[in-house]
Nanobody
Framework: VQLQASGGGLVQAGGSLRLSCAASGRTFSSYGMGWFRQAPGKEREFVSAISWSVGSTRYADSVKGRFTISRDSAKNTVYLQMNSLKPEDTAVYYC??????????????????WGKGTLVTVSS
């Protein structure tokens, strides 16, 4: 199983980025997919999740109204559209997958697969 994250970069505060997570190696219809992030000196934290089968979503309070998660089943890819970015959004962002309900992929201890991170830097 591979989760390949991409799309990170440097952006000014107020700007936008779209992260992509290309999934391969198995069928993910029974999985929840999500994004976590880890800032320097901080623990990894949940950002957003989506149920691959029904498309239901969840967001951390800190990104509600600014970030949107979506999936393209034909491309086996999950996206995270990040708008109105703030310096505090600076972190390495990780794609994740958990077998079962969407709730499992909101908890890092229940993640089955991790992708390599992609760095997002928001300058003030």
């Amino acid at each position: 199983v591979q989760l390949q994250a991409s799309g990170g970069g440097l952006v000014q505060a107020g700007g936008s980025l779209r992260l992509s997570c290309a999934a391969s190696g198995r069928t993910f219809s029974s999985y929840g997919m999500g994004w976590f992030r880890q800032a320097p000196g901080k623990e990894r934290e949940f950002v957003s999740a989506i149920s691959w089968s029904v498309g239901s979503t969840r967001y951390a309070d800190s990104v509600k109204g600014r970030f949107t998660i979506s999936r393209d089943s034909a491309k086996n890819t999950v996206y995270l559209q990040m708008n109105s970015l703030k310096p505090e959004d600076t972190a390495v962002y990780y794609c994740a997958a958990s077998l079962g309900t969407i709730g499992r992929v909101t908890d890092s201890s229940q993640v089955n697969y991790w992708g390599k991170g992609t760095l997002v830097t928001v300058s003030s």
